[in-house]
């Protein structure tokens, strides 16, 4: 499949913003620490989702997705083992060790091994879960973990704010003896919306959002009703959809205390951006112009996941912009795709330079990995003519019907063989 894009229209329109990817994946891994109903709201129909439902009906959960509401039935796991197929198809499923661990007192997982972004290694999730009691071990790729007594409470310090170690270490300990603080954790967005969900779930958490998380642990974990926040890389990205069109779009149910950074590179860009309750609008009548130094860094500075659609936006502006990426060490594969659209792209190691050129070409270009597609997608609506975006599976990790979110826009997208 392919998206056929025929690019140079200005982009205009209301549309709802879907449920966050990286906010639904880890609430799906913490089913395995309930016990009872958890019903969840507003949740995305992604391809990772997918794959997270497979691995909890693996385990043994019964779930069942209606539209955007997901039920699972929480009964306890009846193995304690991710086969390597299910571990493959998504890198976050590394997520799920930290609670089966943690409900089973054993976890076999493989090695989740690198991906588009460079090696992207787990150390600090292992080092967090040895902390907590956990015997780990790696053999031939696979990840064994025991934990013969039970996890116990412990200060553990992240080596680095990592999102998902961050996570993991808040699953495992919720059900472990005694009280867990966690320094140096992550604050994105996404480790609210989980501590929110496990507190409903009857957990005891405080902290989730500052450096520092206590987690105070309980006996059990029984079921919930929960709506999951709403994606704030998604909004980022149709918000920036709007620049680059030189367009008009309200996003609605979209937060905009979680991209105040995006925000405010937009309004650089010439934007004009207004916010009423939960609606964002981006307005844009004119050709955007350069950005300040777009250093990408853990919330609350500017999210590495929105590098490649404001790349895409420093494309057509007036003016150089520079990028620095810090979270990731292979984060630039979408640049030698947009250069064949016709941007004029330089990097050196961490840094890219962008100087912005009048338009962009329309072309035939690949994705290399999830918000690198969502860059060429936004520049093949900002080219004109016909462009052909190849490997879109990519796009679909992240983005629910993509192409019928931008046609409601006005866009000319189609999703062909
Ligand atoms: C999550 C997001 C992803 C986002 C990233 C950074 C999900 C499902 N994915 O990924 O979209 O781009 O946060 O905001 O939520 N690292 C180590 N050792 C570890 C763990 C991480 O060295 O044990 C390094 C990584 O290689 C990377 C950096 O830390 O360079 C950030 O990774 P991390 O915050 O863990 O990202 P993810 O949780 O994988």
Do not use: W
């Amino acid at each position: 499949m392919k998206f056929r894009i025929n690019g140079g229209k200005r982009l205009n329109g209301v549309l709802k913003v879907q449920g966050a990817k990286n906010s639904i994946l880890p609430i799906l891994a913490a089913c395995v620490l309930c016990k009872g109903e958890v019903v969840l709201h507003n949740c995305p129909k992604l391809s990772d989702v997918g794959s997270a439902i497979e691995i909890l009906v693996h385990l043994g959960l019964k779930v069942e997705q209606n539209g955007e509401d997901i039920r699972v039935l929480c009964r306890g796991i009846n193995c304690c083992e991710v086969p390597q197929n299910l571990m493959h198809q998504m890198r976050s499923s590394v997520v799920f060790l930290g609670p089966i661990l943690a409900a089973s007192g054993c976890a076999v997982i493989s090695m989740p091994g690198g991906c588009e972004l460079g090696p992207r290694p787990i150390d600090i999730h292992i080092s967090a879960l040895r902390r907590l009691g956990a015997e780990i071990s790696d053999e031939h790729g696979m990840l064994r973990c025991k934990a013969k007594n039970g996890l116990v409470g412990t200060q553990i310090d992240l080596l680095f704010p990592s999102v998902g170690a961050t996570e993991n270490t808040m699953l495992a300990s919720t059900l472990a003896k005694g009280t867990t603080v966690i320094t140096n954790a992550a604050r994105e967005p996404e480790i609210v919306d989980l501590a929110n969900f496990l507190n409903a779930c009857g957990a005891k958490i405080k902290g989730a959002g500052s450096s520092t998380v206590v987690i105070e642990g309980v006996k059990e974990l029984g079921g919930c009703e929960y709506s999951v926040m709403p994606d704030r890389i998604a909004a980022a990205t149709f918000l920036t959809a709007a620049a680059i069109t030189r367009g008009d779009v309200t996003l609605k149910g979209a937060r905009q205390e979680d991209i105040t950074s995006v925000l405010a590179l937009l309004k650089q860009a010439g934007c004009s951006v207004s916010v009423k309750s939960d609606e964002i609008r981006a307005l844009c009548d004119k050709r955007p112009s350069a950005m300040n130094i777009i250093k990408t860094l853990p919330y609350p500075g500017f999210p590495t996941d929105a590098q490649a659609p404001l790349m895409s936006l420093a494309a057509v502006c007036e003016g150089t912009t520079m990028f620095v990426e810090t979270i990731f060490e292979n984060r630039y594969r979408h640049v030698g795709e947009l250069i064949r659209m016709g941007a004029d792209i330089k990097t050196e190691g961490k840094v890219a330079v962008v100087n912005g050129v009048e338009r962009l070409k329309s072309a035939a270009v690949t994705c290399t990995d999830l918000r690198g597609g969502a860059a060429l997608f936004l520049a093949a609506l900002s080219a004109d003519g016909t462009s052909d975006i190849y490997s879109i599976e990519h796009i679909d990790r992240g983005y629910q019907h993509i192409e019928k979110d931008f046609a409601a826009l006005s866009a000319e997208v189609l999703r062909t063989e």
